[in-house]
């Protein structure tokens, strides 16, 4: 019992330690290895190396699929390349299967001790996550070793024989073995791996671990199908291809199995290496014999996977890639990117607002308040994301980062109600009423509203440049604009004392208008706060007397 659950625990270390090493390239180099899949994808050779080296890196074909899926079905790169980028990718576990089944043992613990200590002493830079990859690659190792030595007790017992036996009369089944294994682990490397150890520990004939492995293959192919089943056509239609080709390879390799054992001892008679090679072997010819052929295997899953009709639901986020959320940085700049179209939203809603104002158009005020619906469905989205990235994984930077997003988003929607509620207003005490403005009432809300929208302009600038002078100029014009709104709100006071008709029976929403403005630009260059603060020059409190009386206290770096 104890020897089985040795090697249960070395499988599940193995698997683990895929894991580690997906999950820390991903987060060092993702972006890098997303701009190597769009730069190389011009040609069939280019992009088949591609996925030959992004692979290597990942330790696993299904993160490449899943990423180039993506890609896809972002309109980034055709289907044609992105399967000769999957035909690479295949290829790349294969090389990878075949670097890891050499004997490592001496590696294992120089690998890991040196990725535990740089892990533990820069877990927070980027130096500490490259730490974690070595980590993870000494895992796979030890894991690899552990099997080895708890196979070899299995190898004189009974039962063990017997349950292995039933393994060894049909291919089919035991390529089904196969498949089912590759999905549960989530990694056909890990499986093969696996396999090679067991046959050479004599748990399993050579027979049966070539049809393991090609099953593994089957099964990682179909582990991406199942993945992105939910998934829109054109993402859907990379992993459909890539399992064409498996399923393909797998009905022309099944019959030529007894054969293979021939030709494969021929080459290396050791049974670890019958194994690897079979899996090398089997990537190949399939890469040989489809990758010409890409053209017309993206045509067929073309016509299988239309393009649905667009039919965007307004509100709909566009840069929210499930994919990226195992690399926080990149998750963050997704999250950023649909930020910015929220605020876009916002910045069409207040500069439909001013024609409003003018107009008196109803249709128009019903219309833009129907895109606060907008703002609540992309606001929502891009928060349940966020919250899906790991807190504890990120950098200093990109904590603070996660923060200023999730605080802009509050305010833009934020502003996006307040928006909702003035349109409500004039609708009912302007529109409806027949009112007007006063010449120069209608003259100082436009003047108040261009500076307001030059506000909002710049405060997109601030959150996406980090720029210290434009927080600082953006906090100066809250102070300028309090003071417009001020100046505004005693003219129109003189204008009711002069018994202006207009401005009397405007009143009330005119002054309320003119508040709702200040509230909406203090929302606006609240997004400098953190740049300030980081800096240093803001002040707790404006209060006379306190200990900071003064909004900027000075300071001599940017004095």
Same mark, same amino acid.
């Given at each position: ?111 890991? #001790? ?220 997704? #999250? ?28 128009? #005020? ?83 509203? #261009? ?109």
């Amino acid at each position: 019992m104890q020897t089985l659950l040795n090697l249960i625990a070395a499988i599940a270390l193995l698997v683990w330690g895929t894991h580690i090493v997906r999950t820390g390239v991903l987060r060092v180099a993702g972006a890098n290895l997303r701009q190597v899949l769009r730069r190389s994808v011009g040609r069939r050779a280019t992009a088949f190396l591609a996925g030959i080296g992004v692979t290597g890196l990942l330790q696993s074909s299904t993160a490449t699929a899943l990423l180039t899926s993506t890609f896809v079905g972002q309109g980034a790169i055709a289907t044609a390349a992105a399967l000769a980028v999957m035909l690479g990718a295949d290829v790349g576990t294969a090389l990878m299967v075949q670097v890891f089944s050499l004997n490592l043992s001496w590696l294992a613990p120089l690998l890991i #001790a040196a990725g535990v200590i740089v892990y533990l002493s820069k877990k927070n830079e980027r130096a500490g996550q490259i730490g974690k990859i070595v980590l993870g690659l000494g895992v796979m190792i030890l894991a690899l070793q552990m099997i080895m030595q708890a196979t070899a007790p299995l190898t004189h017992a009974t039962g063990v024989k017997v349950l292995f036996s039933q393994l060894s009369g049909d291919m089919l089944f035991d390529m089904l073995i196969g498949a089912l294994f590759a999905i549960a682990c989530y990694s056909s490397l890990a499986v093969v791996l696996l396999t090679a150890a067991l046959t050479a520990s004599h748990v399993i004939p050579v027979q049966v671990a070539l049809a393991i492995v090609v099953g593994a293959n089957l099964g990682s192919g179909l582990l991406v199908v199942l993945t992105t089943l939910k998934s829109d056509p054109l993402t859907r239609r990379v992993p459909l291809g890539n399992f064409l080709f498996k399923g393909v390879g797998c009905l022309i390799a099944l019959p030529l199995l007894p054969f293979a054992v021939q030709w494969l001892a021929a080459l290396d008679p050791t049974p670890q290496r019958m194994v690897v090679n079979m899996h090398l072997a089997f990537n190949l010819v399939v890469a040989l014999l489809f990758l010409p052929l890409v053209s017309k295997i993206a045509r067929l899953v073309e016509a299988w996977m239309p393009a649905e009709a667009a039919k965007e639901t307004p509100g709909t986020p566009r840069h929210l890639d499930a994919t990226a959320l195992a690399t926080p940085a990149l998750a963050i700049g997704c #999250a950023a990117r649909e930020a910015i179209r929220l605020a876009d939203i916002v910045q069409d809603m207040l500069t439909g607002l001013l024609t409003v104002l003018k107009t008196n158009d109803f249709q128009l #005020a019903e219309s833009l308040r129907k895109r606060d619906d907008e703002i609540d469905r992309l606001y929502t989205a891009i928060k349940l994301y966020l919250a899906q990235v790991s807190r504890e994984a990120l950098e200093e930077r990109e904590s603070k980062r996660w923060t200023d997003i999730i605080q802009f988003t509050i305010n833009m929607e934020h502003v996006g109600d307040i928006i909702e509620r003035v349109l409500i207003d004039i609708a009912e005490r302007k529109i409806q009423l027949g009112l007007s403005f006063s010449d120069a009432g209608m003259q100082e809300i436009e003047h108040l509203h #261009a500076r307001l929208l030059a506000n909002l302009k710049l405060a997109i600038a601030v959150f996406l440049n980090g720029d210290f002078k434009s927080a600082q100029q953006l906090m100066a014009e809250k102070v300028a604009f309090r003071e417009l709104e001020m100046r505004y709100a005693d003219s129109h006071l003189q204008r009711l004392s002069g018994n202006t008709p207009q401005s009397i029976e405007t009143s009330s929403l005119h002054l309320d208008l003119l508040a709702d403005f200040k509230r909406i630009n203090s929302l606006f260059c609240s997004i400098a706060y953190p740049i300030l603060e980081s800096a240093g020059v803001l002040s707790k409190t404006r209060v006379l007397g306190a200990e900071q009386p003064l909004l900027f206290k000075h300071d001599e770096r940017h004095a």
